[in-house]
């Protein structure tokens, strides 16, 4: 399964990457709200646009997932 998201339902909010434990390890940072200054996370938001940037990273908790409030962000097989 692969990390995914839907630009549809996506709001721009952010969530996704401040919960994924995953970002917060190789940014710390974000855990103060403050957006990664990094690529090397698996996500980040750009323009009010999420962007995976290292899908191969997450360990597929669905931490993510649970909390976006539309599911934009979410794993699937293609
Ligand atoms: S499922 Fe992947 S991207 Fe989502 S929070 Fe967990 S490690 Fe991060
Ligand atoms: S995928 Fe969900 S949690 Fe992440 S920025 Fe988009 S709306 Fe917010």
């Known amino acids: 399964m692969m990390l995914k998201i839907n630009q549809d339902h996506c709001l721009g909010c952010g969530a996704c990457v401040i919960v994924c ?3 917060q390890q190789i940014c710390p940072e974000i855990t103060g709200g403050n957006g990664p200054d990094t690529t090397d996370v698996i ?3 750009e323009n009010g646009i999420i ?3 290292h899908p191969e990273k997450c ?4 931490i993510c997932n649970t909390t976006c409030p539309t ?3 979410y794993h699937g097989d293609k």
């Open 21 to 23: 434990p995953i970002n």
């Open 43 to 45: 996500m980040l938001v």
């Open 51 to 53: 962007k995976l940037f």
């Open 59 to 62: 360990n597929e908790c669905l």
């Open 71 to 73: 599911k934009a962000i």
